[in-house]
């Protein structure tokens, strides 16, 4: 699904190769979005495109990765495919994010800063049960 999403939004859409140009544009994405620059830590990026009529992202990795969020002690596993659409302060409809709860992974379709609170950044779920947790521990850009 996340190919023919991928294939559906690429004309029109800036579309960059190679690791370092990739990690550099998804961190400007994510500050342009008003998201914390720490939250897409994906590693041997191959392609990063936007399409900015209609919101579309994705992120290309190599393999897939799973990182642990130190300051909330949450293993987050990200998919060779990262998609999602975009605008001010959130991420919906995404596809590739998954987080570990117990002992089960937990499939992640959505994150939002609020604009009455901002300091907390909401994780939703396909079933709409969500989870929130302090923007600062995803400020920082972790390796």
């Known amino acids: 699904m996340a190919q023919q999403l991928i294939e559906a939004n690429r004309d029109g859409a800036e579309i960059f190769t190679g690791h370092e140009i990739c ?3 998804s961190l400007e994405l994510l500050e342009e979005v008003r998201l914390p620059r720490g ?8 392609e990063v495109g936007y ?3 209609t919101g ?4 290309r990795q ?3 990765k799973t990182h642990n969020f130190k300051k909330i002690g949450k293993n987050v596993s990200y998919a060779k495919e990262v998609t999602a659409f975009v605008e001010d302060r959130k991420m919906k409809r ?7 709860e117990i002992l089960i992974w937990i499939t992640l379709t ?3 800063i609020s604009e009455s609170d901002q300091k907390t950044i909401c994780f939703t779920t396909p ?3 969500g989870r929130s947790f302090p923007v600062s521990a995803f400020e920082d850009v972790e390796e």
């Open 23 to 25: 990690k550099k544009k």
């Open 39 to 46: 939250l897409l830590p994906l590693s041997d990026m191959e």
């Open 51 to 53: 399409n900015r009529s």
């Open 56 to 59: 579309f992202v994705w992120l």
């Open 62 to 64: 190599k393999n897939s």
């Open 94 to 100: 995404m596809t590739g994010v998954k987080s570990k």
């Open 110 to 112: 959505g994150m939002a």
């Open 127 to 129: 079933t709409g049960l």
